[in-house]
T-cell receptor, first 113, second 112 residues
Framework: DAMVIQNPRYQVTQFGKPVTLSCSQT?????MYWYQQKSSQAPKLLFH???????NEADTPDNFQSRRPNTSFCFLDIRSPGLGDAAMYLC????????????FGPGTRLTVT | SQQGEEDPQALSIQEGENATMNCSYK?????LQWYRQNSGRGLVHLIL?????REKHSGRLRVTLDTSKKSSSLLITASRAADTASYFC????????????FGPGTRLSVLP
């Protein structure tokens, strides 16, 4: 089945230690998104790729970076995780921007110790 | 922020009853979407309604959109315990310079 896969599902990292979360898709969608969702809150868009074009939300901290080496994979890099970065990180895809539904992966829950 | 409020924040009903959740937003949109999220899981798309549409149905779901009031509602009829989840509306305003924004969500509990 076509799907969005996130690895790992649970990630524990130490304060200040760089961490990378990965997302892959078999849907061949043009757009890939990264969201941060803290407990009992709405998902918050961090950035998205439309093909190779990177679009950063204005309020996304510089601590968060992303890479999309090919259509199928997208990575979220947190350069120096702080305690406030503990959250669920959700990857999503869509065929194109605007007027298209998003398909979400199961998420990676990040714990910072 | 693009998104306003969802109400109620939490809703508890008995199985078989209808559940209505409301969403408001602030500026023009291309479309509005509703998603469901079971606890600790990813989001699942339910319905997309375009800005020129007023009502859409999908199974037991009915969504309305009133662009003059900048509001939408999601009605779940004949609720089931399996409908217990958080429900989020999300506005897509790409043509208006605003990317995808989720509302705060409504936590629905359907009691057996």
């Amino acid at each position: 089945d076509a799907m969005v896969i996130q690895n790992p599902r649970y990630q524990v990292t130490q304060f200040g230690k760089p961490v990378t979360l990965s997302c892959s898709q078999t849907l061949n969608h043009n757009v890939m998104y990264w969201y941060q969702q803290k407990s009992s809150q709405a998902p918050k868009l961090l950035f998205h790729y439309y093909d190779k074009d990177f679009n950063n939300e204005a309020d996304t901290p510089d601590n968060f970076q992303s890479r999309r080496p090919n259509t199928s994979f997208c990575f979220l890099d947190i350069r120096s995780p702080g305690l406030g970065d503990a959250a669920m990180y959700l990857c999503a895809t869509s065929i194109r921007l605007a007027i298209h539904e998003q398909y979400f992966g199961p998420g990676t829950r990040l714990t910072v110790t | 922020s693009q998104q306003g409020e969802e109400d109620p924040q939490a809703l508890s009903i008995q199985e078989g009853e209808n559940a209505t959740m409301n969403c408001s937003y602030k500026t023009s949109i291309n479309n509005l979407q509703w998603y469901r999220q079971n606890s600790g899981r990813g989001l699942v798309h339910l319905i997309l309604i375009r800005s020129n549409e007023r009502e859409k149905h999908s199974g037991r779901l009915r969504v309305t959109l009133d662009t003059s009031k900048k509001s939408s509602s999601l009605l779940i009829t004949a609720s089931r315990a399996a409908d217990t989840a958080s429900y989020f509306c999300a506005t897509d305003a790409y043509n208006y310079g605003q990317n995808f924004v989720f509302g705060p969500g409504t936590r629905l509990s359907v009691l057996p």
